[in-house]
């Protein structure tokens, strides 16, 4: 058993080569990509040549219940939106919300928008306005939560990677607003957003599939082993890929012909993960519990059970 990579670069072209190269090494299957956008590029070819696709971290619905050559060890983000929105809800009351999103991620992001107004609007919410970006291309933050906030909004949607959601906060609190900033999954995946976001982004509202404070031996094991190789904490993405990659190993363990890693992946069964069970189905999509989680203090913190 041989470890190849090939960087998908987070977008089109370069995932596309590095499916193909990963292929043309001889690749029986591939862990990635790490964005929806990529999938977008890299399914296609995983179906052309053969190779299956284990993504620690793409969750748009744009991927469920396909039988192709895609499957993935987190849950679809139709069930965090929904959760998310109820969450705002029951917190707040049917508000009105203004959102902000990312289109450099467009099938992550788009998916998560469109999940969240559908629930609120069932929840008695409703969704004011829509304002997008591009995340690499210099955006306006000022002018975004200038116009974000025009309609007086109760609470604010931001979806985007951590960096750009810690800039929004920023200028969402600048403008004196002061009420709740419900963030993405994305979002919240590193502790670039409280390192960039600072007092901006303190009780947030967002939600994850990893509780950071558990203390569960293996879980605490593998915080151990990865800081020591790779100098700071492991996050969402190390979470899942590590899980992806064991997934893997045991795939093959179970599997004789490398022609089949896809159905042996699928069959699997239950599998243990560092913090919860991972069950994939006929389609290679799998549901898991998310924590509701704030910043408080400059911590990630969760604030009830799953």
């Known amino acids: 058993m041989v470890l190849e990579v090939a960087d998908d670069g987070a977008g089109d072209e370069a995932s596309v080569e590095g499916v193909k190269t990963l292929a043309d090494k001889g690749a029986v299957v591939i862990i990635g990509p790490l964005t929806s956008s990529s999938a977008s590029a890299a399914v296609p070819v995983a179906e052309q040549v053969g190779v299956p696709l284990l993504s620690p971290t793409v969750s748009s619905t744009d991927f469920s219940r396909q039988d192709d050559m895609f499957l993935r060890t987190c849950a679809d983000n139709r069930l965090y939106a929904s959760m998310l929105a109820s969450q705002v809800v029951d917190g707040y009351g049917p508000v009105r919300v203004s959102a902000i999103y990312d289109l450099g991620n467009r099938s992550y992001s788009e998916a998560l928008f469109r999940h969240f107004k559908e629930t609120l609007g069932a929840r008695g919410g409703r969704m004011q306005q829509a304002l997008t970006f591009t995340s690499g291309e210099n955006p306006d933050y000022t002018e975004l939560a200038g116009k974000a906030l025009a309609d007086k909004p109760d609470c604010v949607l931001v979806v985007a990677n951590p960096i750009d959601s810690a800039l929004v906060c920023q200028r969402l609190r600048l403008a004196g607003y002061d009420g709740p900033i419900a963030l993405s999954h994305w979002g919240a995946s590193s502790n670039e957003l409280v390192t960039a976001g600072g ?76 913090q919860g069970v991972i069950q994939l189905d006929e389609f290679g999509d799998t549901v898991r519990p998310f924590y509701p989680m704030t910043i408080a203090g400059g911590s990630f913190v969760v604030t009830g059970t799953p």
């Open 199 to 274: 007092d901006a982004v303190e009780n947030s509202l967002f939600l994850d599939n990893w509780d950071r404070a558990s203390t569960d031996p293996e879980f605490l094991a593998m915080v151990e082993a990865f800081k020591k190789r790779f100098g700071y904490s492991p996050g969402f993405a190390a979470i899942h890929a590590y899980d992806a990659t064991n997934m893997t190993l045991k795939a093959f363990e179970a599997e004789a012909a490398p022609a089949s890693m896809k159905d042996a992946l699928l069959g699997l069964g239950p599998f243990e993960g560092v």
